[in-house]
Every structure is written in C-alpha cells, then in structure tokens.
C-alpha cells in the first residue's frame, strides 16, 4: 500500500555532493519513522540515517555522521538524503525505508526500489 520511490543517485567524483530524494505516496513521513539504508555487494542492508516523525530528532550512523544530513518535506511526501563530501566507501544502492524502528534493516516494514551511489575518481 506504501510506494516509495528513490531518486537522485549518480556517479560522482571524492569530495562530491549529491541530495537523494524519496517521494511516497499519502501522509506517510507524517505519520511514520523514516530512515536511509545502504546495501553493497557482500554485505547487508547498512542503516545509515533515521528520523522520528513526531519529535523530529535524527541519528546517523558513525561513518556519516557530520557529512549526511537526512530531512523531510512532508507537505511534499519527500525524504532527503543529504550527502556531501562523498568518500567510495559510501558507494552504495541507497534505499528509503517507513513504517519501522532502529538501524537493523529488519525492523523495517517499507522499502524503496533503491538509488545507485558510485563514488570513484
């Protein structure tokens, strides 16, 4: 019943900036806990942001702490991801996520499609 579609990924240079951008369908950041994840080849689905819907208050994972800043539009259905001074490592396909709690992956209930990230001189 929830759609949620990723956008905004690309190929980028270290150093770069890049905003990533996921549109759902109805109130559902209103209403709902949202979050960033990553996944590469060989390793899971890495929680990378959260944000509460009712307070507002965000949490990042270590790695990205200081470079990515995650926000919402509600009046738009959009989630952000703010990613600025990209390293390789953050090579990824980014997924939006709703509709669950925490940084494992299986505590969520909503996924996007995902958008690629690739980070590389």
């Known amino acids: 019943q929830v759609q949620l579609r990723e956008s905004g990924g690309g190929l980028v240079q270290p150093g770069d900036s890049l905003r990533l951008s996921c549109a759902a369908s109805g109130r559902t950041f209103s209403i709902s806990n949202v979050a960033w994840f990553r996944q590469t080849p060989g390793k899971g689905r890495e929680f990378v942001a959260f944000?509460?819907?009712?307070?507002?208050?965000?949490s990042y994972a270590d790695s990205v702490k200081g470079r990515f800043t995650i926000s919402r539009d509600n009046a738009k259905n959009t989630l952000y991801l703010q990613m600025n001074n990209l390293k390789p490592e953050d090579t990824a396909v980014y997924y939006c996520a709703c509709g669950g709690w925490g940084t494992s992956a299986s505590g969520w209930t909503f996924w996007g499609q995902g958008t690629q990230v690739t980070v590389s001189s």
């Open positions: 944000i509460y819907y009712a307070s507002g208050s965000t």
